[in-house]
């Protein structure tokens, strides 16, 4: 089994910027689990407002148990960050890692 990279991006609403990036550095802590290679967020160039969460998971199994074992500060974050984010400019992609024959 290859790697799963899972993204999701928005945008946040600008006067909200400030607060975003401290929920996103404690986040950035507590986001820990096993098979989980990195959790990052990046800023698109240029675009203050638009950012890109980026999880790197070890093989489709760590994926599919990632969200199995709750973590009721990270769901608190979670739940301050919808506030932050525009309606409907999120979106979610899968990767599936493909290896050659």
Known sequence: MGKVIFTVKYDI???KRDE???IVKEMKNLVKAEGLESYCV???RNKPEKFEEVYV???EQAYDDFDDKPDERLELLMGKLTNLIKEQTTE???LLEIHGN
């Open 13 to 15: 609403y600008p006067e």
């Open 20 to 22: 975003y990036l401290n």
């Open 42 to 44: 990046y800023q698109l």
């Open 57 to 59: 998971f070890e093989n």
């Open 92 to 94: 979610y992609s899968t």
